[in-house]
């Protein structure tokens, strides 16, 4: 069985440019890891008694982060605590585990998908790509309720 699935032109995930343009087309029986949003994010185990990404991140949205400038994290850290959600930075330290993300931060949805990777904010910054995540409307405000934010963080190396 093959763990592959992935969402094409969904209104809830920041694509990069060209993207949806170049996909190649699902096939049920191929599978590769691509850490691009609508993709499962690549999997690996991040410490020496076995304990996966997944495990790590739980049922939170998480940042993981692969760079040392951390100006990405703190945005979104910040738009995250500001809509009371549950978010974990994880610090990738591992050279295999930037070369397996291609990308300095990598914003992944509590269903394993990447949402939105790159080195930069978009326009509308941190809280623009929240809240598409979320699928808020653009002038809808932010959810009000109480705050279940973690804000932990982990320093790890995929192996």
Known sequence: MLFDERYDASGVLWYEDGQLA???PW????Y???PRPGHRA??????????TLYDRIGNDLA????????????AFTAAASA????FTVVHLTDGAARQAYAADNVLVRPDQ??????????AGGAGAV?????????????????DLSKGATHDLALR
Request: glycine share 10%; proline share 13%; hydrophobic share 35%.
């Open 83 to 86: 809509r009371a959600l549950p």
């Open 63 to 74: 940042l993981l982060v692969s760079t040392p400038d951390r100006a990405v994290e703190r």
């Open 130 to 146: 929240l809240d598409r995540v979320l699928g808020h409307q653009p002038g809808a405000g932010a959810p009000t309720s109480p």
């Open 113 to 122: 998908h990447v949402a939105w990777r790159g080195a930069e904010l978009p």
């Open 32 to 34: 590769q890891d691509d």
């Open 22 to 24: 170049t996909e190649a």
């Open 27 to 30: 096939a049920a029986d191929r």
């Open 42 to 51: 690549p999997d690996g185990y991040v410490d020496p008694w076995g304990d």
